[in-house]
Nanobody
């Protein structure tokens, strides 16, 4: 079965850190660019960061820039999201998604358009 699986969510205090993982199952993640998305309670899902296929370019929304870092280990078929200085309004379900990309493509997808695989999400709760 071809799927992505997120893990690492949980309860964290404001200002705390979490690292989420996105594992590919049944396919090689190294042919895909990866986007990270968040759906806060009562709100639409929104993209906030992505990484290109080779892992040499990332893109972040202004709201998370400088606090969140996306990286990947293609040999392990994993993509990571390091989140620091978390805020209560960043509570929500976090998803990773994959879109096929050319090897030399530097851009990466922060929108949901043409995403081929989605994980089921992992819940992050930022609360004291």
């Amino acid at each position: 079965q071809l799927q992505l699986v997120e893990s690492g969510g949980g309860l964290v205090q404001p200002g705390g850190s979490l690292r989420l993982s996105c594992a590919a199952s049944g396919f090689s993640v190294d042919t895909y660019a990866i986007g990270w998305f968040r759906q806060a309670p009562g709100k639409e899902r929104e993209g906030f960061g992505c990484i290109n296929r080779r892992g040499d370019n990332t893109d972040y929304a202004d709201s998370v820039k400088g606090r969140f870092t996306i990286s990947r280990d293609n040999a392990k078929n994993l993509v990571y999201l390091q989140m620091n200085n978390l805020k209560p309004e960043e509570t929500g379900v976090y998803y990773c998604a994959a879109r096929a990309a050319y090897l030399r493509q530097r851009s990466c997808p922060r929108s949901e358009t043409n995403m081929e695989f989605w994980g089921k999400g992992t819940l992050v709760t930022v609360s004291s």
